[in-house]
């Protein structure tokens, strides 16, 4: 008789005294294990075995062997053909062999995470027809093949997370048909595998895909997977989705988009309405436009939280569209004010946003049950001129931000004193970065008089007085400037006026002089016939063409001291003179014909 015979004897044996005297099993349970023969269960983890005990109650429903050195199966598990619930993690198991889980036909839960298992063959899982959770993350699995799982047909939970697979066979989950969730996360994949989830189109709800090595999400990445719920894309390298990328998602739950290189808008999202759990945090944003999320109308909880160089929000970015129709294009419309009806929303530690803009939170409040908006970098948190009424907020998180406790802090103050005699809400206290006599206090334990509200004015009119201020002051230099101009223009303008007369009367009394008294243009010179002055009916002198007519000249312009002859004329050429009423001379040439 070979070794491996004499032991199945020994093994036979004991298990036919065993079930011949039920009183002698717990003489079996090892003193490294705890049993319990009434519950059907026995635990030998982290007991430094080497190895899978054979002489336990062979009626065992669940075996926890975690934590311990078993680096083979072989001839051990399959002495315990009642188990449902078998844990083999954290061993040092290379690999599950072939047959070994055979006379397991009722197992249920298989844990073989954390050992060092780098390959898998189909008969490595003959005979668990009835398994439903299969357990291998943390192993080193580097490839899924075609039909390895093809002894599952009950498989409804599987955990590949942890691995190094790069590749997995369009084939290699052909037999989950009642697959729900399928764990591929902190592995090698540079892209989706689109061809191995069709398959799963059936039954699959949870896919996580997280930690892998996944750029860009290409148009029907997940075509046919109609009836998925969850999505899980997390710390990826994803820096493109193709508008398409979730066109088949129509029942897409929650999308765990966080830690990845996103930066620009994402037309996808129209495609996933139903959609009313997302996580964008930690992607490359600067700013979030307006209607940033417009087509998810029934978003509920938000996550944009550690954005390195997110900057500046904008107030609509809550905002909702409607799609239309124009000239075969769509285009997108607001239907502002409404809003997405979110009901959690968390901003935390994004540490460049300063600023907090007014209006932020108009027509949220009315949903909002859970508000974080703690780790950013906010000096104030004004509300402008909106009230909100927060009627089913019971969470609220500003702390850790460098908050001036100062009259933009005075809602804050108010919610603290509604905690007061409403205990349902939790406000976490807030610690005032200044001004200095504040600095270090909580915000809870001012007076509403240290806020100086009753000395703060809004922003808005404090702007509009200074530019009003400034208007006016430069209106006033306008007009000192202009009106000492104006009384310049004034003096130069009298003194040409002085200058000119004085010019004038110095050449009339020449003239007159010269003319003993008479009119220089009717005295006789070179045969021209004197005329006298006469008196016109409006002015005196009167005008008659160039030649007063009928008067003599007034007596000022009589005077004989100082006179000289005058030259008049030449052969060809002389001066006529016409007078006006305001005593003026103005000299005519005339040319003699």
């Known amino acids: 008789m070979g070794l491996d015979q004499s032991w199945l004897f020994a093994r036979w044996l004991v298990v036919v005294v065993m079930v011949a005297t039920p009183k002698v099993v717990e003489t079996f349970c090892p003193s490294m294990c705890q049993c319990d023969d009434s519950l059907l269960e026995a635990s030998c983890s982290g007991s430094r075995l080497d190895s899978v005990p054979i002489l336990l109650n062979p009626s065992l429903r669940s075996l926890h062997l975690a934590h311990n050195r078993i680096a083979s199966l072989r001839q051990s598990v399959s002495f315990y053909g009642e188990l449902r619930r078998l844990d083999l993690s954290h061993n040092v198991l290379h690999s599950l062999g072939l047959l070994h889980f055979q006379p397991l036909g009722q197992l249920e839960w298989l844990n073989v995470s954390n050992n060092l298992v780098s390959s898998l063959e189909m008969e490595s899982f003959a005979g668990l027809a009835s398994l439903t959770v299969l357990d291998l993350s943390a192993n080193r699995l580097t490839r899924l093949t075609d039909d390895l799982f093809a002894e599952l047909p009950s498989l409804v939970t599987l955990i590949l997370s942890g691995n190094k697979i790069q590749t997995v066979a369009s084939g290699a989950f052909e037999s989950l048909r009642k697959l729900h969730t399928l764990r591929l996360e902190d592995n090698n994949l540079g892209h989706v595998p689109t061809a191995a989830l069709v398959p799963l189109a059936a039954g699959l709800r949870s896919l996580h895909l997280g930690k892998n090595l996944i750029e860009t999400l290409e148009d029907g990445a997940f075509r046919h997977l109609a009836r998925l719920r969850l999505l899980a894309l997390n710390d990826n390298a994803i820096d493109r989705v193709d508008p398409l990328a979730f066109d088949s998602l129509v029942s897409l739950d929650a999308l765990d988009l966080s830690f990845n290189r996103l930066d620009g808008p994402i037309e996808a999202f129209t495609t996933v309405s139903p959609l009313t759990h997302l996580d964008l945090s930690g992607n490359m944003w600067r700013q979030l436009p307006a209607n940033f999320l417009s087509g998810l109308p029934r978003l509920q909880t938000l996550n944009i939280s550690y954005m390195e160089y997110l900057r500046s929000v904008d107030p609509a970015v809550f905002h909702m569209t409607r799609p239309v129709i124009t000239n075969g294009s769509v285009v997108t419309i607001s239907t502002s004010p409404k809003v997405l009806p979110i009901v959690n929303l968390i901003m935390t530690n994004n540490a460049l946003w300063n600023h907090l803009p007014p209006g932020l939170f108009h027509g949220l409040d009315a949903h909002l049950v859970r508000l974080d908006l703690s780790g950013n ?47 349902t809400i939790v406000v976490v206290n807030v610690t005032c970065s200044g001004p200095p006599p504040f600095s270090g206090l909580p915000l809870s334990s001012l007076e509403q008089s240290n806020l100086m509200c009753s000395l703060a004015l809004p922003v808005s009119i404090i702007i509009l007085l200074v530019m009003s201020w400034i208007v006016l002051t430069a209106g006033l230099i306008v007009l000192v400037i202009y009106w000492r101009r104006r009384q310049n223009l004034r003096r130069e303008s009298r003194l040409m006026i002085i200058k000119s007369s004085h010019h004038h009367y110095h050449h009339r009394d020449h003239a007159f002089q010269h003319h003993n008294g008479t009119s220089p243009i009717l005295g006789g010179v070179d045969g021209v016939k004197q005329q006298h002055y006469g008196v016109d009916s409006n002015c005196s002198p009167a005008l008659s063409g160039h030649h007063h007519v009928g008067a003599t000249i007034p007596h000022y312009y009589h005077h004989n001291h100082h006179l000289q002859q005058a030259q008049l004329a030449t052969a060809t050429t002389r001066d006529e003179y016409t007078y006006h009423c305001a005593g003026t001379i103005k000299r005519i040439p005339v040319t003699v014909v």
């Open 377 to 423: 970098a906010f000096e104030t948190l004004e509300m402008g001129r909106h009230h909100y009424d927060w009627p089913h907020l019971n969470y609220l998180n500003v702390a850790y931000n460098p908050l001036e406790c100062n009259c933009s802090l005075l809602w804050l103050w108010n919610m603290f004193q509604q905690r007061n005699h409403s205990p």
